[in-house]
């Protein structure tokens, strides 16, 4: 499994873009970015996945370093419910989501 | 509609007893998950059922036993509760556990107290 390193916590004011980075320097070529956010008391949802090429969706943006050895989930403008646990996950083809230690996010507003 | 709903949300119970938790999901899925978050708020893979075979079975006490009568329901009985079972079980499902691109929906997750 690529491991994964990701900051504990970042915090962001309202209205602002937030820039979430993840390392994840081990993974493999066929394997799929995947982040998913815990919103306080809920279960995790899914945000937004990715290969090589930039994506974009309603809720982020996901921008592949062209080694792909590093990504960076991009909020816009961030608003009080985007506060949350934040993972950044390879995905393997037959397997479960593995999960790390996330970032959390906290916004002010 | 709920797409992946649990019962019960809250479970206190006693060590010794034994509990179960039900999972459903209304999105036509066939791989059904189930994961554990501690204490610590680590999240880890239990189980995981691809129409209603055991697929993956990560290393959980044989106390934990999953059951699929159907794709669209995974339950999950635990025999002989131990203080260290306390935590939160989240059910998830995802149309395949085949593709790299799949996304996984969680329900809204069980709390299990063991006192």
């Known amino acids: 499994d690529a491991k994964t390193t990701q900051p504990n916590s970042m915090e962001s004011n309202e209205e602002e873009p937030v820039h979430l980075p993840c390392n994840h320097s081990?993974?493999?070529?066929?394997?799929?970015i995947h982040w998913y956010r815990q919103l306080p008391s809920q279960g995790p949802e899914y945000v937004i996945h990715g290969l090589t090429s930039n994506v974009n969706n309603r809720m982020a943006s996901l921008a592949i370093a062209e080694d792909r050895k590093s990504s960076t989930l991009i909020l816009h403008r961030a608003t009080l419910r985007d506060a949350a646990v934040y993972y950044c996950?390879?995905?393997?083809?037959?397997?479960?989501?593995?999960f790390g230690k996330g970032t959390t996010l906290s916004v002010s507003s | 509609d709920t797409a992946v709903s649990q019962t019960p949300k809250y479970l206190v119970t006693q060590m010794g007893n034994d509990k179960s938790i039900k999972c459903e999901q209304n999105l036509g899925h066939d791989t059904m998950y189930w994961y554990k978050q501690d204490s610590k708020k680590f999240l880890k893979i239990m189980f995981s059922y691809n129409n209603k075979e055991l697929i993956i079975n990560e290393t959980v006490p044989n106390r934990f036993s999953p059951k699929s009568p159907d794709k669209a329901h995974l339950n999950l009985h635990i025999n002989s509760l131990e203080l260290g079972d306390s935590a939160v079980y989240f059910c998830?499902?995802?149309?395949?556990?085949?593709?790299?691109?799949?996304?996984?929906?969680f329900g809204p997750g069980t709390r299990l107290t063991v006192l």
């Open positions: 081990t993974i493999s070529g066929t394997d799929y």
């Open positions: 998830a499902s995802s149309q395949t556990l085949a593709a790299r691109t799949d996304t996984q929906y």
């Open positions: 996950i390879p995905r393997q083809a037959g397997t479960a989501l593995i």
